[in-house]
């Protein structure tokens, strides 16, 4: 869970340091457009930190965090490439932050909570702590460096590219959604098969 916040956390540092610049700079769009653009990508993508670990109650941790990383990678992937009327941006950087918002308080919180009950408390503590660390302090300094030498489209492609590597990440976790595990647990004793005759009692 560490490795994914901390992937989860230096995209969101990097979409933070150099979205505005990329939209300003290279897009050509004023400051007061991309700040009204950002804006609303950002109030309605925070909804993702309740709508995805929701969704993920009924759907299942790892198919749930799965999608968001790859549907948040491909979207910053390809939107610093690819030029697009200012409605479609808008739209796919809401969808991006949905996704990506949604899979940071999954990883970091939920998961952890349930992968370590006992000791939930200290686990999402010490994970917060390092991937704050290795993820957000970081990130925009290596992520500068890149801007300046390759130009500013590379660092929002890296938050992309450090999406979709959050989802072979969370193929090792285990599911821990308690409502996925009893469908499952009932599924299994529906399956499993019954013999016709009476069994004799225990000796």
């Avoid at 965090?65 to 809401?94: D, E, K, R, S, W």
Wanted: charged share 10%.
């Amino acid at each position: 869970m560490i490795i994914a916040g901390t992937l989860g956390l230096a995209w969101f540092a990097l979409t933070i340091a150099f979205t505005s610049l990329f939209l300003t700079r290279v897009r050509g769009y004023s400051l007061d457009e991309a700040g009204n653009m950002l804006a609303i990508a950002t109030s309605v993508g925070f909804l993702g930190s309740v709508l995805v670990p929701a969704l993920s109650d009924s759907l299942g941790r790892k198919p749930v965090g799965i999608a968001g990383a790859i549907a948040a990678g491909l979207i910053y992937v390809v939107f610093p490439l690819v030029p697009m009327p200012t409605p479609a941006l808008v739209a796919l950087l809401t969808f991006g932050g949905i996704c990506a918002g949604g899979l940071v308080s999954l990883t970091v919180a939920t998961l952890l909570s349930e992968l370590v009950p006992g000791r939930r408390g200290a686990a999402i503590g010490i994970a917060n702590f390092l991937t704050a660390t290795l993820g957000s302090l970081l990130s925009p300094i290596y992520g500068g460096v890149l801007a300046d030498h390759f130009g500013l489209a590379l660092p929002l492609d890296l938050a992309g590219v450090f999406q979709l590597l959050t989802a072979p990440v969370l193929c090792w976790v285990p599911e821990t959604a308690p409502r996925v595990l009893a469908r499952r647990g009932t599924a299994a004793k529906a399956a499993k098969p019954t013999s016709p005759c009476p069994q004799p009692p225990p000796s």
